[in-house]
């Protein structure tokens, strides 16, 4: 009688063991395994909304932009004639920056070099300079001005005509710079210049500047198809 009941709990038991793992096994099949990812539950500490002090721009007498604005509101300007006001943080020049990359002949002295670039310029990039709001502006957050003028080498005054040596639309009043200056420039807001220099960014193509601290600025431009004003004798 005692084996019996004994026989008969132990295949009851042998039984709801089957079942179990058969319905875990198929519940497993089913639901497929566990995912090793888990939802993150720590709370993010997000960043303020910013307030609108926080893009405000410096105010210039005359309706001058800033850096800052133009960089916040690109699309804004883009392709429109303004004027910028800052500070000169950085400037391209041949004898400052291209001379050292020419390659030297034997016995070649720093005016051999500077007379190799003048007889041919396309050796060095465009004269240009680069605009800060403060004077401790890097340089990579620095406008970008190009087609900065500088003066006719000897040769190009020797070869080029002299009613286009003459224009100021095709060589413009060189107004003298340095790093440190305050200056307001005046030009085309714009991706690219006439001479392929690009920046996504922008970049203003010059016409005219007032060198604040030196005090000193350009005469306007004349109008498209007005013939140019005669320069003085010596005036470049």
């Not at 500070?87 to 004898?95: D, L, N, P, S």
């Not at 006719?152 to 200056?181: H, N």
Request: glycine fraction near 6%; proline fraction near 10%.
């Amino acid at each position: 009688m005692t084996s019996s009941r004994v026989t008969t709990g132990l295949v009851f038991f042998l039984g709801a063991t089957t079942l179990a793992s058969v319905g875990a096994c198929g519940k497993d099949q089913l639901s497929g395994p566990k995912a090793e990812v888990q939802a993150n539950t720590d709370k993010v500490d997000l960043p303020d909304v910013p307030d609108e002090s926080d893009f405000a721009f410096p105010k210039h007498e005359g309706g001058a932009h800033s850096v800052k604005e133009l960089r916040v509101r690109r699309e804004q300007f883009l392709d429109q004639k303004l004027t910028v006001r800052g500070f000169v943080v950085e400037t391209y020049t041949w004898v400052k920056d291209c001379a050292p990359t020419i390659e030297r002949e034997p016995k070649w002295t720093d005016a051999d070099v500077i007379k190799a670039i003048e007889a041919d310029p396309t050796k060095c990039q465009l004269i240009k300079f680069y605009l800060g709001d403060s004077k401790d502006t890097p340089v990579s957050q620095a406008l970008w001005v190009v087609d900065a003028p500088r003066a006719p080498t000897p040769l190009e005054k020797e070869r080029l005509p002299k009613e286009e040596i003459a224009d100021p639309r095709m060589w413009k009043e060189v107004i003298p710079y340095e790093v440190g200056d305050e200056v307001t420039v005046t030009g085309t807001f714009a991706i690219a210049s006439p001479h392929s220099e690009r920046n996504l960014k922008g970049l203003l193509v010059y016409e005219t500047m007032k060198n604040i601290t030196q005090g000193v600025e350009s005469q306007p431009l004349p109008p498209e198809g007005e013939p140019p004003p005669a320069r003085p004798p010596g005036g470049r």
